[in-house]
């Protein structure tokens, strides 16, 4: 049982193998183009990821030795996503499925987020991820979630964002270090020899289990012109500092709303998901939380944070298992709900 996955929703342009659940194969295409525009530039993206999808897919039939005629089923990001990255994926993996004859089986991207958590490999061949029920937060570019996971295909998001995710927190607060995008791994390389009590900054605490991440960026703006106002160097003389301070101050807001989450469902699992996953200082911090607080603590390995196909096709072999395909007549969600 061989499913191929594309994942196109933003930046990377991923394929993926899976077989009789674990993945053969995971290639991703990152797209360099938008970091001089300090962003994604969607339009770049959907022709950029034409330019790699064949190939893509290529590598990834070739690296798992399987040839497009032993697929039995073709998985894609449905969405959330950029509209017109996620076109060409779902039009790339319909032509497939419907020149196959096989099954189409869509996504949705942050229950994949989530479902990378069971990603067997060669390395990890009986992984197993955590058990049910568990709590993910689930933390991206676009997203910043708070998911109940009662079973592979049933989650339930219990808190969220009002405002701008927290991947989105440290790539504009990069920008305002004059760091090119992505900042939020270069924040986190900066921090390592940082101080993280330095500076504090004021931050916005919403009600219940949601997050609000548009206020920090802004006491960051401010903290900056004050700062620099009399020492045009001071970013430069303390960079470090800064980004240990703005890292832990994000990371405690996250925590904050996480523990809040375990003790009002009395669930003692929790894991992390999406590209901010990819955070040391998240990674460190949850560790030890969760060793506080008797949680088992569940951190996805570094391939499988960011996007990628991989989870893609984890989440494919779920919906294969239970016969949850989709006709021709499907179409990408740019907004699509968990
Ligand atoms: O899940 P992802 O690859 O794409 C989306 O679905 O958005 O997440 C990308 C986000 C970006 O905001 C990026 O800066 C952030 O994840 N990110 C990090 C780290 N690695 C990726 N943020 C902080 N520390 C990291 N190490
Ligand atoms: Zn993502």
Redesign the pocket.
Known sequence: MNVLAIES??D?TSAAVLTDGQIRSNIIATQLIHEQYGGVVPELASRAHQQHIVRVVDQALAAAKIAKTDLSAVAFTRGPGLLGALLVGASFAKALALGLNIPLIEVN?MQA?VLAHFIADAENPNAKGPGFPFICLTV???HTQLVRVDAPLAMHVIGQTQDDAV??A??KSAKLLGLPY????L??RYAKTGNPLAFKFPTTEMPGLDFSFSGIKTAIMYFLRDRTKHNPTFVADNLADVCASIQHTLVQMLLTKLKRAMQETGIKQVAIA???S???GLRNALDQLGQEQGWDVFIPKFEYC??NAAMIAMAGYFKYQQGDFVGQDVSPLPRMAM
């Open positions: 929703s933003c990377e991207h987020h991206s570019g676009g991947g989105e440290f790539d992505p900042g939020g791994p924040i986190d999406g590209g901010v990819a955070n040391s960011t996007d």
